[in-house]
């Protein structure tokens, strides 16, 4: 795994990667950052892949 930092500001788009066996995943940071993740409530993760295998779309939501 590794972290594409572009520049040292806070604003800078930060970027995770991981190498899978089946290929690389990207992920933009989500910028939420917490001591505990019970301060979060309650948090759900969807993953969906396209028709064709090229994408794996995630959507958090988060809430009490």
């Known amino acids: 795994m590794w ?3 572009p520049g040292p500001e806070l604003t800078a788009r930060r970027t995770w990667h991981c190498a899978l066996p089946d290929g690389e995943v990207s992920i933009p940071c989500g910028g939420t950052h917490v001591e505990r993740t019970s301060r979060l409530g309650v948090m759900s ?3 969906t892949l396209s028709e ?3 994408q794996l779309t995630m959507h958090t939501a988060v809430g009490k």
């Open 52 to 54: 064709d295998g090229s």
């Open 3 to 5: 972290i594409d930092v």
């Open 45 to 47: 993760v969807t993953l």
